[in-house]
């Protein structure tokens, strides 16, 4: 082998490698920014220091598919967080036995509590018995669980939600044709919707003297905005072959709000009958303002999640439901579910119009007054406060 008459050269060709080397180590190491994907199984949350909670919450979530599920993971997480609870969450996509097994999985990995939004209301009970087999209590969430020895159930007051829905229209459209379209007939939030709906026709009929004739009432597959814009579609054809003009539509959710007036809209009804819904969707307050939806109810999410935590975290310290909900200052209320008598909380839910849109969501902070009058002129917005 030669030698190099510049013995420099070499120490400066060495260096050269070694800094090339350097660099290529630290672009290996660098952190590479995470796509921003929904929160899925197994994703935990952490206390400001980094280390594990004692109390370890599991929250089994039905779907992401309505807009607000989303919203109600994050607001749960940031309060369990606050209160030094760590989350796992799971989303079934629909599936009540993959709900089944991911409770499995979060108890095998050691929750404390579990918290529940289920799918189908009676297959779910699988996860209460599996559940109290290793002593760990179950919060249903939004959606009773039937059939069971369930621990606690916090929700808002649907037969309330429902009375409110149809009272909203009632106001709009004091007699004449309606139609009722409930939610996921698996659903027991959608029977007590519907309960709601006709104790407030029933009750506007005695007071006014005035005749609702309800042509039609039935509950969907799912919560579904696709179903409901087909079946509306198909009930409008019938009956107008019928001679029969429909006035109203009592919605149970906002979803099939949208899917019912995507069917009046396909007819040129749209904006000419009466539509309400459930869940302050922006779509639905953008529908509001716009005039093809008549009225919305708003749950407040936030409040739900946020109590839904500290109950959850309280049931994790040993205490019983009963002395968790005193503890908060909220009411001890009791709902068969088929088997025993649920300890229970009813939220209050806030009826919306385009009247007082801007002092219920916006005001709270649910969606923005940009995006909520979006398609609506700005010389019709209101004053900025």
Sequence with gaps: MKKLKNP?????????ALLLGMLSGCDSQAPQEQPKTPPTQ???EFDE??????????LLL?????????????YFKEKAKSLGAEVISAIANGDQ???????????TQGVNVLVVVPKDLKT?????????????PVLAYDRLILNCDLDT????DNEKVGYMQAKGILEKVPEGNYILLGGAATDNNAKLLRNGQIKAIDEHQKATGKKINILADPFLDNWDKE???????????????????????????????????AALKAEGLDGKVAVSGQDAELAACQRIMEGTQTVTVYKPVRRLAESSAEIAVKLAQGKKPAEAIKEMGLQVNNLNNGAIEVLSIFLEPQFVTKDNMVDTVIADGWHPLEKVFANIPKNQWPPSK
Aim: glycine share 6%; net charge positive.
């Design 124 to 136: 779910a009970a699988r996860i209460i018995k599996s559940a109290h087999e290793k002593k760990v």
């Design 227 to 261: 179903e409901a814009r087909r079946r509306i579609s198909n009930m409008l054809t019938k009956f107008k072959s019928e001679g029969k003009n429909v006035q109203a539509i009592v919605a149970s959710n906002d979803a099939t709000a949208g899917g019912a007036i």
């Design 97 to 107: 036995d993959k709900q089944n097994q991911q409770a499995d999985t979060f108890l």
């Design 8 to 16: 420099c050269i070499l120490c400066v060709m060495i260096s050269i």
């Design 62 to 74: 039905e779907t992401y598919d309505v807009a607000r599920w989303a919203r109600d993971e994050q």
């Design 153 to 156: 159930y916090i929700t808002f």
């Design 49 to 58: 220091a980094g280390a594990k909670s004692d109390i370890k919450i599991g």
């Design 42 to 44: 197994g994703r935990s």
